[in-house]
Antibody
Framework: EVQLLESGGGLVQPGGSLRLSCAAS????????VSWVRQAPGKGLEWVSG????????YYADSVKGRFTISRDNSKNTLYVQMDSLRAEDTAVYYC???????????????WGQGSLVTVSS | DIVMTQSPDSLAVSLGERATINCKSS????????????LAWYQQKPGQPPKLLIF???TRKSGVPDRFSGSGSGTDFTLTINSLQADDVAVYYC?????????FGQGTKVEIK
């Protein structure tokens, strides 16, 4: 059974930093692209960032480019996102999602974690 | 970026009736080399993460009831829920994965009339 478990969320002040983790199990983690998707309270889904199977290719939404850094440790079956210079508008539930393919384009999101809430507020 | 626009924003349908949700992309998401439409549909129930329903515009994920169907090509797509059940109350999102800047539609809320 595919499982994705996010952790690391919490309350952070504007301008602060936070790192989210996503522990994966039930599939060959190193063979698939993975992504972060967020959902602000009461709002729709926004793709944030993605990374290829090897970590050699990374992708970012314009809204987080230069502030967020996605990475993965295939030896630990874990996905990360380092979030710096956080803003109030980054407040959201952050979901980790498994891609259907090893690369970005052509990869839909076939399994999702339960999400981790990040609140940016003073 | 490819903009995905869904319509309507919400709809109320009687139990057993059909629900139809439309999704339009700002450019074609039909890849000529494989003749596939790079479009997925997701269902999100309250308090839950999204769940994949359909990919390649019309392929149901294993385990998804056959009352859910997807159609369309190029820039115009439709998710149809035949014989709506109470368990289908949710928000539905389309998403393009044609480019590496994935984008979602704004969502369509389906309720029971």
């Amino acid at each position: 059974e595919v499982q994705l478990l996010e952790s690391g969320g919490g309350l952070v002040q504007p301008g602060g930093s936070l790192r989210l983790s996503c522990a994966a199990s039930g599939f060959s983690f190193s063979s698939y692209a993975v992504s972060w998707v967020r959902q602000a309270p009461g709002k729709g889904l926004e793709w944030v960032s993605g990374i290829s199977d090897s970590g050699g290719s990374t992708y970012y939404a314009d809204s987080v480019k230069g502030r967020f850094t996605i990475s993965r440790d295939n030896s630990k079956n874990t996905l990360y996102v380092q979030m710096d210079s956080l803003r109030a508008e980054d407040t959201a539930v952050y979901y980790c999602a498994k891609g259907s393919y090893n690369y970005g384009s052509g990869s839909y999101l076939d399994y999702w974690g339960q999400g981790s809430l990040v609140t940016v507020s003073s | 970026d490819i903009v995905m626009t869904q319509s309507p924003d919400s709809l109320a349908v009687s139990l057993g009736e059909r629900a139809t949700i439309n999704c339009k992309s700002s450019q074609s998401i039909l890849y000529s080399s494989d003749n596939k439409n790079y479009l997925a549909w997701y269902q999100q129930k309250p308090g839950q993460p999204p769940k994949l329903l359909i990919f390649w515009a019309s392929t149901r994920k294993s385990g998804v009831p056959d009352r859910f169907s997807g159609s369309g090509s190029g820039t115009d797509f439709t998710l149809t829920i035949n014989s709506l059940q109470a368990d289908d109350v949710a928000v539905y999102y389309c998403q393009q994965y044609y480019s590496t800047q994935w984008t979602f539609g704004q969502g369509t809320k389906v309720e029971i009339k």
